[in-house]
């Protein structure tokens, strides 16, 4: 676990938060950083084929010892969400975690409470690892990282491990919902992939949200308030209308669970004369999406009805689609990770994602891509923590996958 620490330590004080108002990629110069760390670290300890390209993506390779197993993939992601700071993180180390609250050093006003993270009652005992409560932690998605990096090195040192190729793959702004945008499946070549970019211990998420992007363009009319009289139509108010003509009261993440979908208003810019609302379609049933749509057009039919001089657009963007409708191209890929948690000692725990990952899209461009945890919990925010024993786990859970994959035979293309 020493090597694993170490790693994830190193790993999260590199500055590499996404920005979403950018056209480069990647988005930030912190992720070329992270990556030429890792393709140094990936030569050293004995992959080949190792390469970064132009937009940042580091892949890899851990050489196979069986020439008629399958070659699958492992991803994880360099950058970190833009909802929290990512600079000069100062990773902290809990030992033998008492089981209390949590009071983070560099801002004593965030703790993190037991009574708010369930999962901590389990954690008593473990190592955690938490920033110092000015920054997020990063272990969104370091530790994925750092548990890929170490479960390579393990297989290339241990001899006794009989693995097919595996290739290794980091990818870039996955948290601005850009993270395949780069990726092309044909240079990965792999029967099936693994994202490790999951929460807690022993989780198989093989399930995603289907997602659509809507933006709503409210258009009115602007004019000096002292001469508005009978003529101005003020963008902003209409938009106050249009937002309570959505179902808010049952169809909002704040009033939802399970698998019941949402519409989510998670952006609104502008003024008078032209407002712009941003809004998440989500529903694991992807057919859901065009009904969602079909709300959000009846909405702006209604205002444009009572207020003939506005203009209200609604425009609609494919996002990404749950992953269960493709992975049943290649079922050995949720089948054989549940046999490695098993193998690893880890009750596996198939879980449906309330949102997507890099998986779901790769899942769709035809590389089918599950996820799977590594140890992290409360991302996007200063009160992020690792665990470094569920860490542990997961690259055991990654060796046992590797000896399974070498039993299997490569389909014929």
């Not at 008629?68 to 030992?95: C, F, Q, R, W």
């Not at 508005?228 to 003509?245: D, P, Q, Y």
């Not at 140890?375 to 399974?404: D, I």
Request: net charge neutral; hydrophobic share 40%.
């Amino acid at each position: 676990m020493d090597k694993l620490l170490d790693r994830f330590l190193r790993y999260v004080k590199v500055e590499t938060t996404a920005v979403d108002e950018t056209t480069d990629y990647p988005s930030s110069k912190g992720q070329l950083e992270l990556g030429k760390m890792l393709v140094a670290e990936m030569e050293e300890i004995g992959l080949v084929n190792v390469s970064v390209d132009k937009w940042g993506i580091v892949m890899g390779t851990v050489p196979g010892r069986v020439k008629t197993a399958p070659t699958v993939a492992l991803l994880s992601h360099m950058d970190t969400s833009p909802e929290a700071s990512g600079k000069n993180v100062k990773p902290v180390i809990h030992k033998n975690y008492n089981g209390k609250d949590i009071v983070l050093p560099g801002n004593k006003k965030k703790v993190i409470v037991t009574d708010e993270n369930p999962e901590l009652v389990a954690l008593k005992g473990k190592t955690i690892i938490t920033s110092d409560g000015t920054t997020l932690l990063g272990a969104d998605d370091k530790a994925g990282i750092a548990v890929i990096m170490t479960a390579a090195d393990e297989i290339i040192k241990n001899k006794n491990i009989k693995n097919g190729p595996i290739r290794v793959v980091f990818t870039c702004d996955e948290e601005v919902g850009r993270g395949c945008d780069k990726v092309d499946i044909r240079n990965i070549n792999a029967t099936c992939a693994y994202t490790l970019d999951g929460e807690d211990e022993g989780g198989l998420e093989n399930e995603t949200f289907s997602a659509d992007l809507a933006t709503v363009t409210i258009t009115g009319v602007n004019i000096h308030p002292g001469l508005a009289t009978g003529k101005m139509v003020n963008a902003i108010r209409l938009a106050g209308l249009f937002l309570e003509r959505i179902p808010w009261h049952i169809m909002a993440p704040e009033t939802t669970s399970g698998k019941e979908p949402f519409m989510h208003p998670y952006i609104i810019e502008g003024g008078v004369p032209e407002v712009k609302i941003k809004i998440l379609l989500r529903s694991f049933h992807t057919p859901d999406l065009k009904e969602q749509a079909k709300i959000l057009k009846a909405a702006a039919q209604s205002l444009m009805t009572e207020f003939p001089k506005a203009n209200v657009k609604v425009a609609v963007k494919k996002q990404y689609r749950n992953m269960l409708e493709h992975l049943s191209k290649e079922p050995r890929a949720v089948a054989l990770a549940e046999k490695a948690y098993k193998a690893a000692g880890v009750t596996p725990k198939f879980q449906s994602i309330r949102g997507g990952t890099d998986g779901s899209r790769l899942s769709e461009m035809g590389l089918p891509t599950p996820n799977m945890s590594v140890g992290m919990h409360n991302f996007h925010s200063e009160l992020e923590f690792a665990c470094l024993e569920q860490m542990q786990s997961a690259v055991k859970t990654l060796l046992e996958l590797a000896k399974l994959w070498g039993k299997e035979k490569a389909k014929r293309k």
